[in-house]
């Protein structure tokens, strides 16, 4: 049996039969395959580097120095100890008007830093692992600092009032922040300088850091004493960071990585899946009078079904290599533009994702192809005198279901979660039914243009399409999902981030200036009257302890869900910015309560809360919160919820309390400013005369923003092209699927007079009519798309792009006519005589 099915499979991919079917499967496979590639690497490399990541086995972190308590308990233990103190701040290179500064992620290190992972520094020939952290009076600076202040080896680099020698270029360290994540460029320091900097003034904005590193049994123990410590004294507010957490939220990031890639992939599957029914479609059809003759040569059902699961399983486990070997080719490309997630040197991948992806193959295989395969184990020996099809039996169409069953698995496999699994293939059927009816109406208005223009191609090409017009819908249908997904990364991204632009108002500012002390604050007005005379912006640092009396944490956690989710756990650490405020800033809007006065007549200051954290904490009007400011008490009542409109470039605030309640606090100012484009000066100024103070060029950071958007966007039209590819073929399956039919009929109407000119002029009018109404409703979809965005994302004003229309009818026929010349490109080389005969 097996040498029989072997024989019939090279039989039947000579004739072309087994091509397209092996194709649809091996496209889908590539794509899922080169997620499952990508993230299989940067799981193991997570897992690998988990340690490294923290620099140590275990980390307290906290905005103020630790007490001295924590290190003398750790080493009690016999643990290995760093510290290490990280902060942002203004970094000065050349002198007087050959001068240069930016904003630096300054970190401060001891000499045992790191305790687990190793710092590497560039060389002419490569990198290098250095041994030991920067020495007294240098700096390590990263490649984006050297190349934008133009440093070299032995530059002078002015830090606050330390100058310092550039001594490394850093490209590595353990416990660095992603490179994606990173504000700005880093800068590694000895702990030895950092209070020659004068940077750690009363209030600066710091996080310091303990590293302990030793036998797992007592960092265990460490770690149960330290949390004990911290449950018997709130107010002290220390974050633990152990390898378990790290790799946690590691995790955590990559799950929701893998997911965002995985329904793209996915969406290029569920095509693939309908290209290979619709191809074993065909292949049921053109094999009728083989299986008829087969029975009438003796072979039972059974033996005649073995016969194809065997042909069948042989093309999957083929397509299935094939697709793997593609994928792992791709997913270099992912790699490259989303490298900036993973940590260096990744691995190489196991054989999982390669074993995952023969699986799809077979999935998709035996889902979307063998339920009409079943359907030859039927064909009658009357077959071969009686031209008659059978009707489809019951059992096929369980198949088809349980084709969909195992689906929607592959679906809840590939994204980890069966909710969202069944979210997409909902949301993907509904689209597509949508599209379906669409493109059903598309068809009936063309119906009613058969007779406008006087040209007997177009006549014919009209009537083509609507002589099958589920197949022509289906065809339209499929173009306009892939198309809507490039449409919506393309056209749509670089409309959104325009409106974006424009949305900001004209002269906002664009820089901001924080940690000014009080007794700078004359000088610093006096500097900016030149810059409009901006308003400065009195903050207040404290640290949430409880709401309405109970831990803040646990008020958060206990939602039924475990823990908050990170980053509101990441704010509740550490301490929060009260702003100061007598009135209503102009930038917000109250959405619940009054402005002040009420809470106040109650004997308790009031607070304003930005509604979004508010949500996040589950806070309302009424609700008491109580705060520490460096040792002192703080207790408000929230008064009210206001909206902050972030566009607007101002010193937006989370809270807000009125200036009378935090008289006697502990207090630094900010302000924003608007420069212009041509003032390179004002923040290298500012940080000369004033190094303590941090400039913020938001200018800077929204360019790294759109440079890892284009990234982020690169990659996932790299999988969506895989999608348009499919959607090409499940065009050029329906087309194929209809080729015998087209031949007889090119056969007949050239035998009444018809040139083959004007068939073909047909052909293309018919595939120009398909791509463009698939372009139209792409263009449709994805203009719905942002709308939806602009409206309830990016809060912007909404603008209909007529560009957007003729871009996705241009590119809807363009596939259309590449995918229909696939298709059809044989049909009018067949001889008319022949092509009677044939009937």
Not at 7 to 26: C, K, V
Not at 283 to 289: A, G, I, S, Y
Not at 456 to 463: D, E, F, G, I, P
Request: net charge positive; hydrophobic share 50%; charged share 15%.
């Amino acid at each position: 049996m097996f040498k029989l099915s072997l024989y019939m499979t090279l039989r039947d991919w000579r004739a072309g039969e087994l091509r397209f079917l092996l194709l649809a499967l091996a496209l889908s496979v590539a794509a899922l395959s080169s997620v499952n590639f990508f993230v299989e690497r940067m799981r193991v490399g997570l897992a690998r580097d988990a340690h490294q990541m923290l620099a140590a086995d275990l980390v307290l972190e906290s905005d103020q120095p630790l007490d001295g308590a924590w290190l003398a308990e750790a080493q009690r233990r016999g643990l290995r100890s760093a510290d290490t103190v990280s902060l942002f701040t203004m970094a000065v290179a050349g002198e007087g008007g050959q001068a240069a500064s930016t904003l630096v992620a300054l970190k401060s290190v001891s000499e045992a830093y790191p305790l687990r992972g190793r710092l590497r520094v560039q060389l002419q020939d490569g990198d290098a692992v250095s041994e030991t952290p920067p020495a007294p009076g240098t700096v390590w600076v990263d490649a984006t600092l050297q190349a934008s202040l133009r440093l070299h080896i032995g530059s002078t680099l002015r830090i606050g009032e330390r100058s310092l020698t550039v001594a490394q270029v850093l490209t590595a360290e353990p416990d660095a922040r992603p490179a994606f994540l990173a504000l700005a460029p880093r800068v590694l320091m000895a702990s030895a300088d950092l209070g020659a900097t004068g940077l750690l003034q009363a209030h600066a904005i710091a996080t310091h850091h303990l590293l302990l590193a030793g036998p797992a049994e007592q960092v265990s123990a460490y770690e149960r004493w330290a949390r004990d410590r911290m449950a018997a004294a709130p107010v002290t507010k220390v974050a633990l960071n152990s390898y378990a957490s790290k790799r946690g939220d590691a995790g955590e990031m990559l799950e929701q990585t893998q997911q965002f890639l995985s329904l793209a992939s996915l969406l290029t599957a569920l095509l693939a899946a309908l290209a290979v029914a619709l191809a074993a479609r065909r292949f049921v059809r053109r094999h009728l009078d083989a299986c008829a003759m087969l029975r009438c040569l003796g072979l039972t059902q059974s033996r005649l079904t073995q016969l194809f699961l065997l042909e069948f399983l042989l093309v999957g486990l083929v397509a299935g290599m094939a697709g793997v070997a593609l994928g792992y080719a791709g997913h270099f490309a992912l790699v490259d533009w989303l490298g900036q997630l993973a940590p260096a040197g990744l691995p190489a991948p196991g054989w999982a994702p390669a074993l995952q992806g023969m699986a799809a193959s077979l999935i998709l295989l035996l889902g979307f192809a063998l339920p009409p395969v079943l359907q030859l184990r039927n064909v009658p020996q009357l077959r071969l005198l009686r031209r008659e099809a059978a009707p489809p039996q019951p059992r096929a169409l369980v198949g088809y279901v349980l084709g969909l069953a195992m689906f929607g698995g592959l679906l809840a496999w590939q994204t980890g979660d069966p909710m969202l699994g069944a979210l997409v293939g909902g949301a993907f059927l509904v689209g597509g039914a949508a599209f379906g009816l669409l493109a059903w109406l598309g068809l009936a208005l063309l119906k009613r243009s058969r007779g406008v223009f006087d040209h007997a191609a177009w006549r014919l090409a009209v009537t083509d399409m609507l002589r099958q017009p589920g197949a022509s819908a289906l065809q339209v249908v499929a173009l306009a999902l892939g198309l809507t997904a490039l449409l919506l990364l393309t056209v749509v991204r670089a409309d959104l981030l325009a409106a974006w632009t424009r949305a900001t108002p004209a002269g906002a500012p664009n820089q901001f200036v924080i940690n000014i002390q009080p007794d700078q604050r004359d000088a610093i007005d006096a500097r900016l009257r030149g810059y409009g005379a901006p308003q400065q912006q009195a903050l207040t640092r404290a640290r949430l302890l409880s709401i309405n009396g109970r831990d803040a944490l646990e008020v958060v956690s206990n939602d039924g869900k475990g823990s908050p989710a990170r980053d509101v756990r990441e704010l509740l650490e550490r301490e929060l910015d009260i702003g100061h405020a007598a009135t209503l800033p102009s930038s917000d809007t109250l959405t619940t309560g009054d402005w002040y006065g009420t809470v106040e007549a109650q004997g308790m200051p009031a607070i304003s809360v930005e509604e979004k954290f508010a949500a996040d904490l589950k806070l309302k009007p009424g609700d008491t919160l109580q705060f520490d400011v460096a040792g002192q008490p703080l207790q408000a009542r929230v008064a009210n919820l206001r909206k902050v409109d972030w566009r607007a470039h101002q010193i937006g605030n989370l809270l807000l309390m009125h200036p009378a309640a935090m008289r006697g606090l502990p207090a630094t100012w900010a302000v924003a400013v608007h420069v212009p484009a041509d003032d390179l000066m004002f923040g290298t100024r500012l940080a000369r005369d004033f190094p303590n103070l941090t400039v913020i060029d938001l200018r800077a950071i929204l360019r790294q923003v759109q440079r890892m958007l284009a990234q982020a966007v690169a990659a996932v039209q790299f999988l969506f092209a895989f999608t348009l590819a499919a959607g090409v073929l499940v065009l050029y399956a329906a087309l194929a699927g209809s080729h015998d039919l087209r031949a007889r009929q090119a056969a007949l109407l050239r035998a009444l007079g018809a040139t083959r000119g004007r068939l073909a002029q047909a052909q293309w009018i018919e595939h120009a009519l398909t791509g463009a109404l698939a372009g139209l409703l792409a263009a449709a979809g994805a203009t719905l798309a942002s709308w939806v965005l602009a409206r309830y994302s990016f809060h912007l004003d909404w603008h209909w792009s007529p560009l957007l229309l003729a871009v996705g009818m241009v590119a809807g026929a363009a596939c259309a006519m590449a995918g229909g010349w696939l298709g059809l490109r044989h049909v009018l080389n067949q001889p008319p005589l022949l092509g009677l005969r044939s009937n």
